[in-house]
């Protein structure tokens, strides 16, 4: 009995020793699977992460140099129009100038050639010696009148072509040829008889048209061929 009862105890005993090492191991190979597949998994979602980021840099250092280029292509049009919208004002600009230039040479000469002729006109109106063969005093100051007619009126609607000094210079000469003209008109050719004032007058008004109007002429003359580029170098 008594060895039936120690084989029973021993034999109960190491079945629970199996038992609790069975259920050791099991405890340990699970922890163990459960490490690994943590391990696993943390791994793999590591794995794809590192891979998501890669992706997510690369379309974004795609979508960069596409903006790059976009905006490198945008900048480079509007450089090339800018340019071109310069390119046209300049041309126009230029053509503008050029036109401007044409005009004021037109205006220079048309200016210069009424004003010797409204001179020479006077010049021949107020003449103190009449020779054989010279036209009335009356056709030549209709002549002169005429001629300061048209200086006048060409003045009055084309000085703004010119620089101001030099329309103020032509304005000024246009006033002295009117006061000539009028002074010689009422103080000599409508006198009756010669008197001494009358003679004063018309000297006064020959040296007139003789010095300071005719330097004036050729100062403008001067003028005139610097504004066209026709002056001496």
């Known amino acids: 009995m008594l060895d039936l009862q120690g084989f029973l105890v021993q034999t109960i005993t190491s079945t629970a020793i199996t038992a609790a090492l069975v259920a050791a191991l099991a405890w340990l190979t699970r922890s163990l699977l459960t490490v690994r597949l943590k391990n696993a998994i943390a791994h793999e979602y590591a794995t ?12 974004a250092n795609l979508a960069l140099e596409k903006a790059k280029a976009q905006l490198k292509a945008d900048t480079g049009m509007v450089l090339e129009r800018a340019k071109a919208e310069l390119s046209l004002a300049s041309k126009k600009s230029e ?36 020779f054989s063969g010279i036209e009335p005093r009356e056709v030549r100051r209709d002549r002169a009148a005429e001629a300061y007619k048209g200086f006048h009126d060409y003045v009055e609607t084309t000085a703004i072509y010119l620089p101001r000094a030099t329309a103020d210079r032509v304005v000024r000469i246009d006033n002295e040829l009117r006061l000539v003209f009028n002074r010689f008109a009422i ?24 010095n300071p109007i005719k330097e004036t002429l050729e100062s403008i003359a001067d003028e005139f061929r610097n504004l066209i580029g026709a002056g001496e170098a």
């Open 187 to 210: 103080g000599v050719d409508h006198q009756k008889q010669m008197t001494d004032d009358a003679i004063k007058a018309w000297i006064e008004i020959a040296e007139k048209l003789d």
């Open 48 to 59: 794809k992460l590192e891979t998501y980021k890669g992706q997510i840099q690369a379309e």
């Open 95 to 130: 053509l503008r100038f050029a036109r401007m230039h044409d005009k004021r040479a037109e205006v220079i000469g048309k200016t210069f050639e009424r004003l010797k002729t409204v001179h020479m006109a006077i010049v021949a109106y107020t003449a103190q010696f009449e």
